[in-house]
């Protein structure tokens, strides 16, 4: 990929805090239009990264180029941040606040205030306008928080875990709207602990661990069935019995997992013939080979990464 | 520019337009119009009662009558009244006037010329069930009203008083004798005292003021609380912007809206538009009391008093001293997670500004002393020590004013420097909040 055509370029960064090293010689290249997860368990330099991308934090050594710039200060007017430890001026009264950012972000005073309230209409808020922040609930300061973000329309909108502390109804309305920015055209990266809202709204998946880059790929790729000997499969009805199903002589066994069935083929077992007999042994609702998910990517990546490096102590 | 500038004007509004700022700004005058108005009646000795028993052992023969006579004399409040004003033309001092303006009730108690002195002594401290406290004893000299054959001088009298005693009442007493002794020398010589006193009286004159713009009576003062009210001014609007600095940024950093303004400004758009949004605040506060001032000074006709040119160099320290302790200030801000872990880093600072509440009186007195010049070279205490010299009668060279400003700006400017890294790292950092040594490193680091 051209310099250009990326939204975030990251070569080699590293930053340390005393004797920990928090980022470890990243490299990584968002594309403009993008839609990126990026995902690791606590400490593993998430935020660290997002900040020295957004120049608040600046790195010790490594490059950094923000929508072709050399650094995120030249580019701030276009960009959009919800930083994870996030909060508003609680005195203030929501369109004020908004209002503020908003000028921050470089928005011209004209037509600022029809801006905000049509903002604050379309995440379904109308009516706080006058209200203190303080007066908000948390889900309604959380979306404040995001329409901050996003009020100037930025090209590159970079979200440090912005569904934590949100209902199911609140998460799917900002994940609409984070699809939304997306649609319009802004280029997305998101961090997030939740690997189904990674699954379902990322293009692309990267992910650190301890300070370093373990998985940069497309969600397809990652999700793509690594083993043709495991099917997985819903009834139709609650308590059917499986037992016919387990009589197949193409299968080795069937138990239940995660509200479904998982069967596993015998040696040498035709994928595609050994679903036609589940099928025609049960009434099925859904049937498929068994694909990872991204949490069972996350937690093999970690525990593997743990495991080597007890294997490490050990032998040390 | 423009963003330092919606930051300002932000931190200027949200302020300005607050209850809590307005009870502030009130504070000040209401706090002036009490000590103006209420504590000198607070203080006033109006109900203070000298009353007791004195002693008298008079050789003389003739000082204990009249002393006793002054002292009757004084239970009217007209004859008070006359002695008051007699001992002001006299030019007797404020401790003095206080003193024998208050109510006596003092009665004389006469001892034989032959009495022993050391037995008298043991008086002093006895206790009189349901009497007057014995308050002093008086053994008047055989030469206190006729001096000894061959002398020139009088004699006088010796005065005992018992331990932990009110000092007004010696001071009464002792204006009793003097008036009892001068009556009996004057009646010795065959002279009228009230002739005397005529004669030996001359009556203070009110001076007048001759200025450019007129003449006026001359208001002792002035010339000395003119400074002492410009260097006040400069610690509010210092304090003012300060404290403002202090808490807006804690309450930025604890409400976790700081990283949302860090990713619309740099850390130093940030500190300048706090900067700048306060030092309007702090001018605001002090232009109002400034103006308060002149109104009283133009009411009573001393509109003359002050020289104009005191307002611009109040500006000119302000700047300073606003940009030394303000940027500290937003420093220690940015460095904590509450104002209570912000008490401790304050202290020092805190200290530092007590210090020109106490070389005020001393420099206001002698400005040109070598205190005050040390103290209008050392920031930042040096814009407070140099305001004061530049308000008195006797202000300073010129080359010390400019060396004083030149100092304070590469002072205000070397704590913007430091403050401006402290607050770069210091914004993001949660937790255990600093000691000095780790904002020493921060400095080097960022």
Known sequence: MQTGDAAIEVRGVTKTFGALTAVERLDLTIPRG?????????????????????????????????????????????????????????????????????????????????????????????????????????????????????????????????????????????????????????????????????????DHVVMIHRGRKVLDDPVHTILRPQDSRVLRFETLEPRADVNAVRALPEVEGCTAADGGYEVRLREGADAARAMGSVVAAVPVARIELKRPSLEDVFVGIVAGSEGGQDAGERAA | MTKVWVIAVREFVATVFTKGFIIGLLVVPVLG??????????????????????????????????????????????????????????????????????????????????????????????????????????????????????????????????????????????????????????????LDRDELTSLTTVPRVDSVTIGADGERDTVFGVGFIVPIVFMSLLIIGVMFGGQGLLTTTVEEKSNRVIEVLLSAVSPVELMGGKLLGHMGISLLAMSLYLGMGLTVLAAFSLFGELDLLLILYLLIFFLISFFTIGSLMMAIGAA???????????????????????????????????????????????????????????????????????????????????????????????????????????????
């Not at chain 2, 814009?383 to 010129?398: K, V, Y």
Request: charged share 20%.
């Open chain 1, 34 to 202: 993008g839609i990126y997860g990026f995902i690791g368990p606590n400490g593993a330099g998430k935020t660290t990264t997002i900040r020295m991308i957004m120049s608040i934090l600046l790195p010790d050594a490594g490059e950094l180029r923000v929508l072709g710039h050399a650094s995120a200060l030249e580019a701030k007017d276009r960009i959009g941040y919800l930083p994870e430890e996030r909060g508003v001026y609680r005195k203030m009264k929501v369109a004020a606040y908004l209002t503020y950012i908003a000028r921050l972000k470089g928005l011209p005073e004209r037509g600022l205030n029809d801006r905000v309230r049509a903002a604050i209409e379309r995440i379904g808020l109308t009516g706080v306008e006058n209200k203190r922040c303080e007066e908000l609930s948390k889900g309604m300061s959380q979306k404040i928080q995001f329409l901050a973000a996003i009020i100037h329309e930025p090209d590159l909108l970079i979200l440090d875990e912005p569904f934590s502390g949100l209902d199911p109804v609140s998460t799917r309305l900002l994940r609409e709207q984070i699809l939304a920015e997306h649609r319009r055209g802004a280029t997305v990266l998101f961090s997030t602990h939740v690997m189904p809202q990674a699954e379902e709204i990322c």
């Open chain 2, 33 to 190: 119009a009490i000590v103006a108005l209420v504590m000198p009646r607070l203080f006033a000795n109006r109900d203070f009662l000298i009353e007791g028993q004195v002693a008298i052992i008079d050789s003389t023969g003739v000082v204990a009558r009249r002393a006793g006579e002054g002292m009757a004399e004084r239970r009217s409040a007209t004859a008070i009244s006359a002695i008051v004003d007699r001992a002001r033309a006299g030019g007797a001092n404020n401790a003095i006037i206080d003193a024998i303006s208050s109510t006596t009730r003092l009665t004389l108690v006469e001892r034989g010329a032959s009495t022993d002195v050391e037995q008298a002594k043991l008086w002093l401290n006895e206790e009189e069930l349901g009497g007057a406290r014995h308050v002093a004893l008086i053994v008047v000299h055989g030469d206190a009203v006729s001096p000894s054959a061959g002398e020139a001088t009088f004699g006088s009298y010796d005065l005992y008083v018992p331990p932990r005693q009110d000092d007004r009442i010696e001071i009464a007493v002792q204006s009793v004798m003097r008036d009892a002794i001068i009556d009996a020398r004057v009646a010795a010589r065959g």
């Open chain 2, 336 to 446: 904590v997670n509450d104002m209570r872990e912000a008490q401790s880093l304050m202290m020092p600072l805190m200290f530092v500004m007590m210090v020109p509440w106490f070389l005020m009186m001393p420099i206001a007195r002698d400005p040109n002393s070598t205190l005050a010049v040390v103290v209008s070279f050392v920031p930042p205490l040096n814009s407070f020590g140099m305001l004061l010299r530049l308000g008195s009668s006797t202000p300073p060279a010129a080359w010390q004013v400019w060396l004083s400003i030149g100092v304070g700006a590469a002072a205000a400017y070397g704590a913007l420097w430091m403050a401006a890294k402290v607050f770069r790292v210091g914004l993001l950092m949660f937790g255990k909040p600093p000691d000095l040594k780790t904002l020493i490193r921060w400095v080097r680091a960022a």
